[in-house]
Nanobody, 115 residues
């Protein structure tokens, strides 16, 4: 059974930074971070392969960085220059490819950016 546990969410002012962490047995696969804001569909934020190749949503390019530590079975999402529009529940997921339906999800962590 794959288990993913996110942490690192919280309340931050616009322009600030947060680093999300996803730990667990699933993080040895290709992984992704998604987010879902109230009343909106869940959207892909960033994706990283086992080998470290990355892709980002246009809305976060240049501000967010996805990375991984395979030895620790951990995936990170460094979020800089945060905006109120980045407020959402962030989920990590086992994601075999970009756009593929994730196989497993974490429980989510809330990120709130105040203006």
């Amino acid at each position: 059974q794959v288990q993913l546990v996110e942490s690192g969410g919280g309340l931050v002012q616009a322009g600030g930074s947060l680093r999300l962490t996803c730990a667990g047995s699933g993080s040895r696969f290709s992984m992704a971070w998604y987010r879902q804001a109230p009343g909106k569909q869940r959207e892909l934020v960033a994706h990283i392969t086992r080998g470290g190749s990355t892709n980002y949503a246009d809305s976060v390019k240049g501000r967010f960085t996805i990375s991984r530590d395979n030895a620790k079975n951990t995936v990170y999402l460094q979020m800089n220059s945060l905006k109120p529009d980045d407020s959402a529940v962030y989920y990590c997921a086992v994601s075999p490819c970009i756009g593929c339906p994730p196989a497993y999800w974490g429980q989510g962590t809330q990120v709130t950016v105040s203006s």
